[in-house]
């Protein structure tokens, strides 16, 4: 069985978040795993109200802001994918993982 490790990343910093993704991809293939992506999916714009006082009324202008979205998969290698995950990211970057068991082609289910 295969297992496919996905990771997706989120930041506001779009450099930060590119540089890291881009470091981990030339990490992966130097130590030959099977890897797709990096992804980038769309960038999606928050604002966030704020009040003059703890009860709604008065209000200033929205702060807003962007996050920056990308991801990628690697493909068996297990090991280099843990050692990915447990890996230290910047504080500015959310790392989501999630891990997906891959049933050969024609295999049957008991």
Known sequence: MT?????SFSSGDRDVLA???E????????KGAECKGPHADPSERIRVPLYKHLREGEAFDPWSYTVYKRSM??????????????REFPDSIHVE?????KKPLGHRRD
């Open 3 to 7: 297992f496919v490790t996905k990771l």
């Open 19 to 21: 540089e890291t993704v």
């Open 23 to 30: 470091e981990l991809k030339s990490t992966l293939e130097r």
């Open 97 to 101: 993982v999630e891990v997906d068991r």
């Open 73 to 86: 998969e690697i493909h068996g290698s297990d090991e280099i994918a843990r050692s990915i995950v447990d």
